[in-house]
């Protein structure tokens, strides 16, 4: 099994992602179509959109963990899941493309 169809399957179970297409759009920032098409022709996350999944999943746990201070425990489910999806995508950069780390965005500053 491909490592998007893991990842969109584990966030579909947590109840984190509704749909393919919203796993597409909201979390790979691609088209509608774009996980259809992959899984058709038995491609993986390319390079770049492992490292956009990767970003979108750390800011999630972000989230995640601002809601957890009004919710309670009852988000540990979703942390722990985007947790081991981090880990995932980060093994898989390192393996797959020797990418050891990803740098979070940031806005550059601009001296005049």
């Not at 749909?19 to 992959?38: G, K, L, N």
């Not at 009852?74 to 390192?94: A, S, W």
């Amino acid at each position: 099994m491909l490592l998007m169809e893991e990842i969109y399957l584990q966030l579909r179970k947590q109840d984190l992602v509704d749909t393919a297409e919203q796993f597409s759009t909201d979390w790979c920032w691609r088209s509608r179509s774009w996980y259809a098409v992959q899984k058709n022709k038995e491609n993986d996350l390319t390079v770049a959109t492992a490292i956009t999944c990767l970003n979108n999943v750390k800011v999630k746990i972000a989230l995640a963990h601002l809601k957890r201070k009004k919710l309670g425990s009852i988000i540990d489910g979703d942390i722990k899941t985007l947790g081991f999806i981090k880990d995932q995508l980060e093994v898989y950069l390192l393996v797959k493309h020797r990418i050891a780390a990803v740098a979070d965005e940031e806005t550059p500053n601009k001296k005049c």
